[in-house]
């Protein structure tokens, strides 16, 4: 396969997937950490009204969504991709970086966790798949 063709396909994978891995970890955690009685999650507008009602604890699931998601994502483009993987994986964590700025500004949340998943989910996290995707290569030599 062409690299450059390699290249586009490992970061639409890597988006695609770390997408796919986000959205699971949203859609379980209603299950594993019920929501404040009386909030409404199934649209942004109930969120946007309730989300004063959220503990600590339901902000949980939606850090390890982005930062899963954004770990996945960026390890699949840089393992997938033919040169320049850290590139590839720092821009997938990018990407997801702008979806959490975007997610800022629709969902008022703590600045404790706006701060927190900014700093910690997306561009640490794209750095660190680069670095085990890295080892998985040597690994494999």
């Not at 409404?40 to 930062?67: I, N, S």
């Amino acid at each position: 396969m062409h690299p450059i063709l390699r290249n586009i396909l490992a970061v639409v994978a890597g988006i695609v997937v770390g997408s796919v891995v986000n959205m699971a970890l949203i859609s379980v955690s209603g299950t594993v950490i019920p929501p404040p009685n009386g909030a409404d999650v199934t649209t942004t507008e109930g969120l946007q009204a309730t989300m004063h009602l959220f503990d600590p604890k339901h902000y949980l699931f939606p850090f390890l969504a982005h930062a899963l998601g954004t770990l996945t994502g960026a390890f699949l483009a840089a393992t997938i991709a033919a040169t320049h993987k850290f590139k590839f994986a720092m821009s997938v964590g990018v990407f997801f970086l702008a979806g959490g700025i975007a997610s800022v500004f629709m969902l008022p949340s703590p600045v404790w966790f706006t701060a927190l998943d900014l700093t910690v989910a997306y561009l640490p996290m794209a750095y660190i798949a680069y670095l085990l995707s890295q080892r998985l290569i040597l690994a494999r030599a």
